[in-house]
């Protein structure tokens, strides 16, 4: 876009919470950025760039000699413009300086300290006039900010505020390596534990198998002495049922000998006593014979005479 006499790049639009999407540049929470515009005037020639690029680090070299950070780099001898929100959310950044017109603070990725606020939605400011133009812009539903670094125009504090800024971005920078090392270590240190958790539930889970088997081993072992036992006491109830039988069946016979016995004894005496019987009867019949035949014989001789 040509405007002004100056060649605008304009950036894909962002808009949302601030959260860093593809194509897109980070913001911050409530802030929606909807363009970057780096500003180079038309029909600047390579040399006249190299000019100005020997005054920008003629310029960083007032405080010393200084690299640019990829951040510093992008604005150096440029304009940056991005568009904010307004009311009610305050800047994401704090403004400081001699004239109050640098960056001393920054809430969003995209403005760094060190930069120097130009313009305030489009319209070039004094220094000194950057802290009212921007309270005034901020009562508005959304407004630009212009920023840019080199080309010093009578900030004494944009050296001192550089090398701050590029401190503060080197420790950013150191401070982001040694969070990424201990998420390094962190993610290292939980694997480790998960991989001894998983390999301490693997013990546990063998030892709980090895319990298992060596109790299904006991109880089958106490089921198998339960068996021998009850077998053992089958084969000795059935030796004591068979030996009382055979004691029984012999006891039955003993008193069915025994009754034998007595029963011979008993006919025995019954034949003794008839035969006694019979020989008193015999007798008696013989006597009463013997008697009747000598009475006979007397009356027969009582009659002779």
């Not at 808009?15 to 038309?42: F, S």
Request: aromatic residues 2%; proline residues 3%.
């Amino acid at each position: 876009v040509v405007a002004g006499g100056r060649r605008t790049v304009r950036l894909p639009r962002i808009q949302g919470d601030g959260m860093a999407r593809p194509g897109a540049l980070p913001g911050v929470k409530g802030t929606a950025i909807t363009g970057i515009a780096l500003d180079q005037p038309l029909g600047s020639s390579s040399s006249s760039g190299k000019a100005r690029r020997g005054g920008a680090s003629e310029t960083l070299r007032r405080g010393g000699t200084l690299s640019l950070t990829p951040s510093m780099a992008q604005i150096a001898d440029r304009d940056v413009t991005i568009e904010l929100q307004g009311f009610p959310l305050p800047p994401p950044f704090k403004l400081g300086g001699k004239h109050g017109n640098v960056i001393t603070k920054s809430t969003t990725n995209t403005v760094h300290r060190g930069w120097r606020v130009v313009a305030i939605s489009g319209k070039r400011c004094a220094a000194t006039d950057v802290p009212a133009a921007l309270a005034s812009a901020q009562r508005g539903a959304r407004y630009t900010v212009t920023f840019r670094l080199g080309e010093d125009d009578g900030d004494d504090d944009q050296a001192a505020a550089l090398a701050a800024a590029l401190a503060a971005e080197r420790q950013r920078e150191r401070e982001d390596a040694e969070r990424a090392r201990r998420r390094q270590l962190e993610a290292e240190a939980a694997e480790a534990e998960r991989a001894r958790r998983e390999a301490e539930e693997s013990a546990q889970k063998l030892r709980a198998a090895e319990a298992e088997a060596r109790r299904r081993r006991e109880e089958d072992e106490r089921q198998r002495q339960q068996a021998e036992e009850a077998e053992r006491r089958r084969m000795e109830a059935e030796e004591a049922e068979r030996r009382r039988l055979e004691a029984e069946a012999a006891e039955r016979l003993r008193v069915e000998a025994e009754a034998a016995q007595r029963r011979r004894e008993v006919e025995e005496a019954e034949r003794q006593r008839r035969e006694a019987e019979d020989a008193e009867r015999r007798r008696l019949e013989a006597e009463e014979a013997e008697r009747r035949r000598r009475a006979a014989e007397a009356e027969e001789a009582e009659r002779q005479r």
